[in-house]
């Protein structure tokens, strides 16, 4: 029995989060590519990521990094007292995560995960407001996860935009992953999923060229 390649696992995103480089993209349908940012993400945190550790210090504690990558503000988050748990498909990014000390699950954000409804923080950082390729599904699944009025934090594309995209995961050889579904949403269309999620924004802001949206959980009455 064959069993079929999975995307960020399977791909070129593995090797580069090994080695701690790019250069990476996302390659769409139309031919048109989208570069990764490897070597941010597998840097100390540093500019924009500042701005979203000091909000996560005002949280109830503990924060969910879903998506967390190689694991850098896990890391962080752990380095300013905050307790954190990362979440990743992709074992060499939990691996990564663990190597910096940080606690992290192989694990969709869709599977069953840990203290669910109890937690005060999530992260969908570093566009992965996209994952699944259904935003909507997304923002009421990590509003799922969170404890009441507990926060998420979501980086949101500069510009406006709503699209949902078939995408490949391209190394430099030219080498590429299986297709997978992806989002990009710009501020705009976020809040507008968020709300229906039942999410209420409570703040917006930019650094460093990054643009973030800050909700809070509400609960509605039955």
């Known amino acids: ?8 696992v ?5 090797e580069a989060v090994r080695l701690g480089r790019g250069p990476l993209w996302l390659r769409r349908g139309d031919g048109l590519r989208i570069p990764l940012d490897v070597e941010r993400w597998c840097a100390p945190a540093t500019g924009a990521d500042h701005g979203l550790l000091l909000r996560c210090t005002r949280l109830a504690a503990p924060v969910v990094d879903l998506g967390c990558g ?3 503000l896990v890391a962080a988050l ?3 007292g905050v307790p954190a748990l ?4 992709t074992a060499a990014a939990v691996v990564r995560t663990r190597g910096l000390g940080g606690p992290a699950l192989r ?3 869709f599977d069953r995960l840990p203290a669910e409804g109890r937690w005060g923080g999530a992260l969908l950082a570093d566009g992965n407001v996209g994952i699944g390729g259904d935003p909507g599904r997304l923002l009421a699944r990590s509003a799922e996860l969170l404890a009441p009025a507990g926060t998420l934090l979501v980086e949101v594309e500069p510009r406006e935009t709503d699209e949902r995209l078939t995408v490949r995961v391209e190394g ?3 080498r590429v992953g299986p297709p997978f579904a992806w989002a990009r949403c710009g501020a705009t269309a976020t809040a507008r999923r968020a709300e229906r999620a039942g999410l209420v924004e409570t703040e917006r802001w930019s650094s460093h060229g990054r643009h973030f949206l800050a909700f809070r959980k509400v609960l509605r009455p039955r």
Request: net charge negative.
């Open 78 to 80: 752990l380095g300013l």
């Open 10 to 14: 399977d791909d070129p995103f593995a």
């Open 107 to 109: 694990r969709s954000v």
């Open 1 to 8: 029995m064959t069993v079929a390649a999975e995307a960020w």
């Open 172 to 174: 430099p050889d030219g």
């Open 70 to 72: 190689p694991g850098r």
């Open 86 to 89: 990362g979440v990743d498909v």
